[in-house]
């Protein structure tokens, strides 16, 4: 996932990490969009959108891995030190509101990203490692994709048919093979076959 991350970020400026990018800034807003998904609002009736919500969380985990990365440092080591800090937490227990709210002022705080908070954003929000790699892959591709469409010029269509794109992600996935060697593939073209030509 972090090479997959490299290689977006690098698709968006090739001089990505030299940069400044504030990523954790991008973490705490996309937290602001799960609790959206979830619901917070105790004045009117809601119902947690599971599936957007692990969306979000998977949003949170591109810009989090984007922060983790420091110039001269290889993706090998980088990948080992996440498994260090995983090995040393023990989870908190928290709901989806409390782990997502922990993690959003962690970020305002530090300027920086917290792996074992977004593991406890993870296990609140009933997203497993798999599961991750799954989505995280799905919207790798997404993010291409859109890329490959116009997003950065502003051509891209987020809505088709009635539904965002990643609405209609969620389905690809729910129809692909994780285990495929062409898993990335079948996403962008399912993709393909659903956005609008024109």
Do not use: I
């Given at each position: 996932m972090l090479d997959l991350q490299n290689r977006m970020?690098?698709?968006v400026h090739s001089d990505w990490m030299k940069q400044g990018f504030a990523w954790y800034r991008a973490a705490w807003i996309e937290c602001?969009?799960?609790?959206?998904?979830?619901?917070?609002?105790?004045?009117k009736k809601q119902h947690p959108d599971l599936a957007q919500v692990q969306l979000e969380v998977v949003d949170i985990w591109h810009f989090g891995m984007s922060a983790l990365f420091k110039d001269g440092v290889d993706i090998a080591s980088m990948a080992s030190a996440i498994e260090s800090e995983l090995a040393d937490h023990q989870p908190s227990g928290l709901d989806v509101l409390a782990a997502t709210e922990a993690l959003a002022e962690y970020c305002l705080r530090t300027k920086g990203f917290s792996v074992p908070l977004f593991w406890d954003l993870?296990?609140?929000?009933?997203?497993?490692f798999d599961d991750l790699y799954k989505q995280y892959v799905g919207k790798n591709v997404l993010n291409f994709f859109r890329q490959d469409h116009g997003y950065k010029d502003?051509?891209?269509?987020?809505?088709?048919?009635?539904?965002?794109?990643n609405v209609h992600l969620v389905e690809i996935l729910a129809q692909s093979d994780v285990t495929s060697s062409q898993f990335a593939d079948d996403v962008y073209q399912g993709l393909a076959a659903r956005y609008p030509r024109a």
């Open positions: 970020n690098s698709k602001g969009e799960l609790m959206d998904h979830y619901g917070y609002k105790w004045w993870m296990t609140a929000s009933e997203l497993s502003g051509s891209y269509k987020k809505v088709w048919q009635g539904e965002e794109d």
